[in-house]
């Protein structure tokens, strides 16, 4: 594809239900970063794929959330239990290479909102 | 500890002025990347530019030029005869020897006509 997509774009949630967000990089690239950006911040780090390898989950906040690469393609993040301070906009980005002497590409972002 | 400094939250200019989005890093890396990132209304990120810690040669591209200083650990953004489209949320961010990319807070950019 042209670009980096993620869906669905709007997510309303009610607190305790679960959600999966999906991204589907620009073909070829062999990275992934997942991050999340609140209102008025900048992207915070969450997880990075090398291929379907997750070789850095460090930004993961709780246990609650859990990203996967089965095929080394499209991701999916995936929050259990929602709290409220899960709303915020979460990023998907990719890039061709493993380091950041690659350009990441971000895709238009899932704005989730937990009541 | 790696940390960027957007000291600009907001900035507030009339169409066709010049005007210049401040960025101060902090890394221990010798090898390291500075990036800049626009972000629309629309929500999007939008890449505009890299530049490694060993190029200190300025950069235009169009109405955009970049300034980056390793003495003073810097990486401004200037945007020349502003236009109501480069309305956006401008973010600075840092790459060092791992894969994150640490982020400023942004500088809000708003250009009126």
């Known amino acids: 594809g042209a670009g980096v997509s993620q869906s669905p774009r709007y997510k309303v949630a009610k607190r305790g239900q679960d959600v999966a967000l999906r991204c589907d990089p620009i073909s070829g690239h062999v990275s992934l970063f997942w991050y999340q950006q609140a209102l008025g911040q900048g992207p915070e780090f969450l997880t990075y794929f090398q291929n379907e390898a997750q070789l850095d989950k460090s930004g993961l906040p709780s246990d609650r959330f859990f990203a996967e690469r089965p095929e080394g393609s499209v991701s999916t993040l995936k929050i259990q239990r929602t709290q409220q301070e899960d709303s915020a906009v979460y990023l998907c980005?990719?890039?061709?290479?493993?380091?950041?002497?690659?350009?990441?590409?971000f895709g238009p972002g899932t704005r989730l909102t937990v009541l | 500890a790696q940390k960027v400094t957007q000291a600009q939250t907001e900035i507030s200019v009339v169409e066709k002025e010049d005007v210049t989005l401040d960025c101060v890093y902090e890394?221990?890396?010798?090898?390291?990347?500075l990036f800049w990132y626009k972000q629309p209304p629309s929500g999007e990120l939008v890449f505009l530019i890299r530049?490694?810690?060993?190029d200190e040669q300025n950069e235009i591209s169009g109405r955009y030029s970049w300034n980056f200083q390793k003495s003073t650990s810097s990486f401004n953004f200037t945007i020349t005869a502003s236009q109501v489209v480069d309305s956006a949320v401008y973010f600075c961010?840092?790459?060092?020897?791992?894969?994150?990319?640490?982020w400023g807070l942004g500088t809000s950019l708003a250009v009126n006509p």
């Open positions: 530049r490694n810690s060993f």
């Open positions: 980005a990719s890039s061709l290479g493993a380091t950041t002497v690659y350009t990441q590409y």
């Open positions: 961010a840092l790459g060092g020897n791992n894969r994150k990319l640490i």
């Open positions: 890394t221990r890396d010798t090898t390291y990347y």
